[in-house]
């Protein structure tokens, strides 16, 4: 690789998009590091000369910053202050032919499942050896673990597929290597993701096996909380259930994104459920487990929408009191079955329903997180920040849920877990004070 900069050889990754690409990012740096090639993660000190930007390409403001990005970098080469920008991730996979014609720029554009490649370019051997070890970009007491990749759902407004193919699973066995290497090197709580958590196993054990899995996991010395991120409601495997409850180290926390409410919407989505057998499965997993926090996401605005279908997702909501709730706006993205409807809700009057579905939530929020206290709540200190010290409960997840800002007459450190009797309560957030 020929330098104009003058700069030692050094990579920086920008990571775009959500906690999968970030996992990639991770095992691209753990496998440069390991070929003795210097790399950062989101540098500011611009004292690397090559760029690896890993974008996304989910929905439309995504794929904006992504672009945005790009273009960034390119302007940094143009300057004379970068050697080389390369771009891989979903993005670059879905539409890698119309951007290397737009930014020719960049100097090599690979596709999500091209890490390989990347390496070659970047004069890096792929080491197989290296399964589960990565260069963590997070704090170092939680990591994300992802346990599949791709999906064979058939969403009707879902681009993933497009750029992640179909499902294929880790094996329990390298999973469980990749839990214990993370523990190892000072990890407490371990995130897992998947395009489709509860798909997990069927393609290489020709079963669901999340339950399974989490058996083993959770008989990781060490590992403090598992979390589950992104189940798939039709065909939920309520095994996973039982071993929630009776293993310490699961939190009681279940992501799964249910996207809508209305059977109009449900339908048009291709969700496979009904709004009644939502409900029900609502209804058993709460029946199973009684303290699980459930966490949600909605989409707004999907063509055909109607009053109607806001109202009864309304009306779902308080019925269903979720302990946490996010909402995306409808990105009409080509290559999914959607995109053959009309997107006929106009993009302010998508933004006013998240808003509307959003201020429902925030007081649903309030009164779950009044009812909390008075309690004692185990805290896992995260940071310190603007003099007070922030973390989270097992019913919350990093980024997306509640934060309990703590009081405590001694020092405290990020991966340590507190008592914390809950004193006030917002509409998102706690606030309490260390005991015992
Ligand atoms: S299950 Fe999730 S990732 Fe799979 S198609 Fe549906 S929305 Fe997309």
Redesign the pocket.
Known sequence: MKAKTLKQNKVNIITLGCSKNLVDSEVLSGQLAANDIAVVHENKKLDHNIVVVNTCGFIDKAKEESVNTILDQVQLKQKGKLDKVYVTGCLSERYKGDLAAEIPEVDAWFGTLELPFILQELNADYKAELLGERMLSTPKHYAYLKISEG?N???SF?A??LMRGQHVSKTMEAIVTEAEHLVKNGVKEIMLIA??LTYYGLDIYKERKLAQLLEKLSDVKGLEWIRLHYA?PNKFPMDVLEVMKSKPNICNYLDM?LQHASNNMLKAMKRQSTREEIEQLVHSIRAANPGICIRTTLIAGFPGETREDIEELKDFLVRMRFDRVGIFTYSHEEGTSAYALVDDVPADEKQARAQEIMELQQELSLEKNQEKVGKVLRVLVDKKEAGRYLGRTEFDSVEVDNEVVIHSTKPLKPGQFVNVHITKAYDYDLEGEVVG
């Open positions: 999906c759902r058939t969403c879902c993933i597929p395009q489709e798939y994104p």
